[in-house]
């Protein structure tokens, strides 16, 4: 049965060894779209499901399926949202597309493992992904400049409000209201530094673009 993890607060993982040369993400590609676009890069805002097992004996320690009632989770690639090795598993990954991917310790939570995850020390993990969508995220210059409709260089919440809607209209699929609420919620409480309900441009420029 699956568990109830959420890989999207991955902050255990950062307390993980780093990587060396010779750990690497081990992809293998099950399923591929003919027409296979666009490609996912960091800051993309990623729609996928996922399910999470011990290379060690195979058990099944995260199903995303369990959560936020069956819907595919919604996140922005290359911030750490999730692990680092999903973050680099995901990357150049397209609508339709599954992997099997394998993340050795480094590249998940190391030494210390995640008790509440069943994750013992030094895990290497296997990854089944299937992805649904990418969606230009929150975090390109492009979108800023296309969310920020007075030009004020800053972001309100009915700006990117409306912005969610227009990239979910997008795409098409049926998803639960509160998926936007949640999204839109996470939005401001991870980047609205200063309190004062707008995320200015700087607060924005996690990638520090020259253009903003």
Not at 67 to 89: C, R, T
Not at 100 to 109: D, H, S, T
Request: include cysteine; charge should be negative; hydrophobic fraction near 35%.
């Amino acid at each position: 049965m699956c568990g109830g993890l959420s890989l999207l607060l991955a902050a255990a993982a950062l307390l993980a060894t780093p990587a060396s040369a010779e750990e690497e993400v081990k992809i293998e590609v099950l399923q591929l779209p003919e027409s296979c676009s666009p490609k996912s890069k960091k800051g993309d805002l990623l729609n996928a499901h996922y399910d999470g097992f011990l290379a060690s004996n195979g058990s099944k320690f995260y199903c995303s399926r369990t959560q936020n009632d069956g819907h595919p989770k919604w996140f922005v690639l290359g911030v750490g949202q999730v692990i680092k090795g999903l973050d680099i598993a995901m990357m150049n990954m397209c609508p339709g597309e599954k992997r099997k991917v394998v993340i050795p310790p480094a590249l998940a939570y190391g030494q210390q493992g995640y008790a509440q995850g069943k994750i013992p020390p030094n895990a290497t993990l296997i990854f089944e992904i299937e992805l649904y969508a990418v969606n230009q995220g929150p975090r390109s210059v492009e979108a800023f400049h296309r969310i920020d409709k007075d030009s004020d260089k800053k972001l309100s919440e009915l700006e990117i409000s409306q912005y969610l809607k227009e990239e979910f209209a997008r795409d098409g699929k049926k998803r639960h209201p509160s998926v936007h609420d949640e999204i839109l919620a996470d939005i401001f409480k991870k980047n609205d530094h200063d309190g004062d309900g707008f995320i200015s441009a700087k607060e924005y420029n996690v990638y520090q673009h020259d253009e903003l």
